[in-house]
C-alpha cells in the first residue's frame, strides 16, 4: 500500500525506517520468541530495551548529568497539573502563548497562586511576548513556557532569562527539532506523539535539586521524586510506545542527531513560508520573527477556498493538512519525520492549486 505524506499535528508522521524495524521485530523481538508488546516491563529484556532508549534520549538531547528522565505516562496535559503539584508553593508564573499554554496556567490555578506575565492572547497568539529578568514575580516557585505553539504557529527564538527562579517548559511540538541548552531549564516535558514516538509516552526532563517537596495530595503517579526512585516504574510504563521511542531516538541520531535535523527543520520550514510570502493567495499570520518551523498554518481568507483545498490536498495524498479550528485555514504540520520530499510536494501542490484558484 503507498504511503500518503501526513502532516497531522499529533499524533504524527513516524520515520519510516523506524515503523520498519517495528514491524520487522514485531512477533519475535531479538531471541525472545515474543512481540516487545508482550513483555513483562521486569524483564531483562524489557529492561534492556526501556535504558537503551533512555540512553539515546540523553545523548541526543544532550541531557546534563545533574538532570533525571523519566518516561511517564498522561501526557503534557497530566504534566500540567503535576508542575504545580510539584513545585508551586508560592505562586508561579506563565506566559500565555496559545491555547495549550493557557491550559496549563488554568491547570495551575488549581493548586495556589498563578500570574499570567505575558501574553499575546488579545492579539490572536500571533507572536511571542518577551519575558525580561524584571518581570520575574519576586516569590515565583517557577516561570512556565510552551516554547512551540502547535495551534498557532509560533516558537520562542531565544530561551528567557529567569535569573534564578527554574523555568519549566512545555516542549511537546518541538523538542529534538533544534538544539536546545538543557542546564537553562528548571524542567523540561512533552507528550510523546510529534517528535518523541507513538503516543502514550511523556517525558520529563527534571533538575536533580527540583523533586522531592510534591504537595501530600499529588498522586504518587504524579510524583516527580518518586518516579524518579522508582526508574519512571512506579506502575507498568507504556511499554511499546517507549521502545518505539527509541528505535526514533537512534534513527535521529543516525541523520546526526538534533544539531542535523535542524538545519532541515530550517530549510523545510523556509520552503513553505518562502513560497507564501510570495504568494498573492496564501497567507501566514503569525510576526516572521515568531513562526514555528514544526506547524505552518496559512489559509486563502475564504473558508470555501480552505475546504477546497484540504480535500484536493487528500486527493493528492498529502492528508491532514486542515488547520485547527481556533485558526482555520490549513497547517502543515513538518516535524523530524516529515522528509523534505514531503514538504516539496506541499509546496509544488500549493504553486499548482494558487495557479487554477487566482
Ligand atoms: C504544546 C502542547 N502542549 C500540550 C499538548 C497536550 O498534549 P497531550 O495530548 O500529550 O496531553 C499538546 C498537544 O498537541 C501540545 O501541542
Redesign the pocket.
Known sequence: MDRVYNFA??PAALPLPVLETAQKEMLAYGSTGMSVMEMSHRSKMYLEIFERAQSAFRRVMNVPDNYKVLFLQ???????AAVPMNLLKTEADYADT?N??H??MVEAQKYGKVNCIASSRDDGYTFIPDITPDMVSENADYVHI??????FGTRYTSVPETGKVPLVA????NILSEEVDVSKFGVIY?????NIGP?GL?VVVVRDDLPGSARPDCPKLFDWALQVKNDSMLNTPPCYSIYVAGLCFEWLESLGGVKAIEEINKEKSALLYDLIDNSSLYRNNVRKDCRSRMNVPFVTGDADLDAKFVKEAAANGLVNIKGHRLVGGMRASIYNAMPIEGVRALAEFMKKFEKENA
Open positions: 499535528a499529533g498522561g501526557g503534557a496535559t497530566g504534566q500540567f496559545g495549550f499554554a491550559g496549563a510552551t516554547t512551540n505553539n502547535t495551534i512545555d516542549m511537546s511540538s512533552a507528550g510523546a506523539q510529534k503516543a511523556t
